[in-house]
């Protein structure tokens, strides 16, 4: 049977970067352009009667050549909602991209022309917003995070001092890496003031410049923090400015791992329409994230119909293992709440099943030229990969050590040790008794 196609919209007024980007999608088995369009007008009157997966358009276009791409897009999201888009730009400031995400990042991705041909990049996100997914360019992560230079005029002390400000870090946090008190570091900042206030009254040159940019920073930084974690998960943006970390720096932490996973997605997917697919997957995994940050976990990933959560990670949390259990409580029970819906308008249902792993990870931001995640890996991953696969529709199974780890302990029903690929000794594992999940469900952990 033929692979269900993507279907995509191409718009951007130059010719050779409209049939060149064609011609590298022709190259994608499941991708097929509907149609394409040169200007504003054009763009939205041919793909409302498309009515594609994806957008794929440029920023600048016809009539003014401001940002008619991403007007456009979001007029054509609020027409057809579900609808991708991808962004494609010669443009790495972070203003392009903040505008973009105004409204929430899922379903969209942000690349930059010329690094569109470096290996599927631009297949990939397509795929990625067609399911309600995401995608930044790393040079727009490190744009977003990038603090404020200071011009000639200042001492190497006051450059510091600066970024710091910029970068939005309290005042008790600058005196810890100064090495000093906050009331010494306000009196820097004051004097750090009055020096670029002298500079702009003597007519220095850049100092103008510098006010308003450092101005810009700390009025932007906000709304900055709130696009950038949008992208990556919970907690990591506010990581990556407090703490300073470097991209492939990696901490070892204690965490409890969530895998879950659809029982019989891949019938469900050949019985189904490629777009009614999507709609599904952009609903359940909205029920799920919900399920899963409401117990202070962090989703990590969305793989087809694979999610990923983790607790104890980028923030480490004694009782990762209760709120993991928790989490999967929640998430059985959000999706019934959606499946009896779509009992009701004919829609086939999705059945879950969960595993539960805890032990140790290393946990660091990862990078490449193409892409920019937080992820945690090591054997409790893989083992909670391994045993979600013994959980049948609507159960949860954890491994021993999970359940050893819980403070608020739930009957469960012991399996028998078995082997699992990349490991010698068999592993214990037990099931969570469906009756306590249901009742942990309805009530809720305190």
Known sequence: MQEAQITVFLADDNLFVREGVRALLALEDDVEVVGVAADYDELLADAEQAAPQVLVTDIRMPPTFQREGI????????????????????????????????????????????????????????????????????????????????????????????????????????????????????????????????????????????????????????EQGESLSRLLPGGIAEKLRAEGRRIGQTESLQVTVLMSDIRGYSGIAERSTPSLLATQLNEHRAEMNRAIISEGGTVMQFVGDAVMGVFGAPVPQRDHADRAVAAAFAMHAAQERVNRRWEGEGIEPFCLGIGLSTGEVAAALLGSDERLEYSVVGDTVNLAQRIQQWAAAGQTVVSEVTHAALTDPVAAEPLPPRQVKGRQAPVAACRISPADQAVAAVGGRA
């Open 71 to 222: 007007e456009a897009a979001k007029e054509l999201r609020k027409r057809h909602p579900g609808t991708g888009v991808v962004i494609l730009s010669q443009y790495d400031d972070p203003e392009y991209a903040i505008s973009l995400l105004s409204e929430g990042a899922a379903g969209y991705a942000y690349l930059l022309k010329d690094r569109v041909a470096e290996g599927d990049q631009l297949a990939r996100a397509i795929r990625e917003v067609a399911t309600g997914g995401s995608m930044l360019d790393p040079k727009i992560v490190e744009a977003l995070v990038r603090p404020i230079t200071a011009d000639d005029f200042l001492s190497p002390a006051d450059e510091a001092l600066l970024r710091m400000v910029a970068e939005g870090k309290p005042i008790k946090a600058i005196a810890v890496v100064r090495q000093t008190t906050a009331a010494d570091v306000a009196d820097s900042i004051e004097r750090l003031f009055v020096t670029l206030a002298r500079g702009l009254s003597s007519g220095t040159s850049g100092c103008l410049e510098r006010l308003k940019m450092l101005q810009k920073a700390i009025v932007d930084r906000e």
